[in-house]
């Protein structure tokens, strides 16, 4: 049984994070797989659906450790491993910030 203080919470948090997100963002950041198992775990954690929950985290768990993994390679030389990153944060920004800002994933890592 999960805990309803982990239902409620995440609930919440991504009840504020959409429209924030949608704002700054736009629509089309809801089409990444990340976003989408986002969104999908509310219905998981209150179904308490383990086969959901499981195929969420298939869904993202290897691009997300490969992008972590060349996060942290690119932080340590200098030189990204593959070009995965440089093509997701292509022209975005963090809100409010110089042009020459870190991304939002910069602050992201482990989504």
Known sequence: MIPLDLKVGYTIF??????????EYG????????????????PALWLENA????MLAISVVFFEALWNLDFLFR??????LIILKRWLTL??????????APTKQKFLVFQ
């Open 51 to 54: 086969l959901l929950v499981s």
């Open 27 to 42: 629509p089309a950041n809801f089409l990444w797989f990340s976003d989408i198992a986002l969104l999908a775990l509310v």
């Open 75 to 80: 932080l340590a030389t200098g030189k990204s």
């Open 91 to 100: 022209n975005q920004r963090v809100p409010g910030s110089s042009p020459g």
């Open 14 to 23: 991504v009840c504020a994070l959409v429209p924030i997100y949608w704002r």
